[in-house]
């Protein structure tokens, strides 16, 4: 069980994510148009899938991610706040 947990939670960051992000193209298809000819452009018509080396041709698809991110983060981003009573 304990090996369990931390591969459920990285796949519910992960789902959050996803669900975030297609939630924000619905909401502004202008943007999923933009990314789409951006990808298009880049990886030749869909003729091959995007790596890592891609990233620097790929500045509004990074730009995108992390709005998604910054938009609805998966964890808290600020630590709670303690009262010392002494």
């Known amino acids: 069980m304990v090996l369990i947990q931390p591969i459920t939670a990285g ?8 669900q975030t992000f297609i939630l924000a193209m619905l909401h502004y298809p202008e943007v999923q148009r933009k990314a789409q000819a951006e990808l298009d452009r880049v990886l030749h018509r869909g003729k091959r899938l995007p790596g890592y080396e891609d990233q ?17 983060p998966v964890t808290p981003i600020s630590t709670p706040c303690t009262l010392d009573l002494n």
């Open 11 to 18: 796949a519910e960051t992960t789902t959050s994510s996803v």
């Open 56 to 72: 620097s041709d790929l500045p509004y698809i990074t730009a995108v991610m992390k709005e998604v991110l910054r938009w609805q």
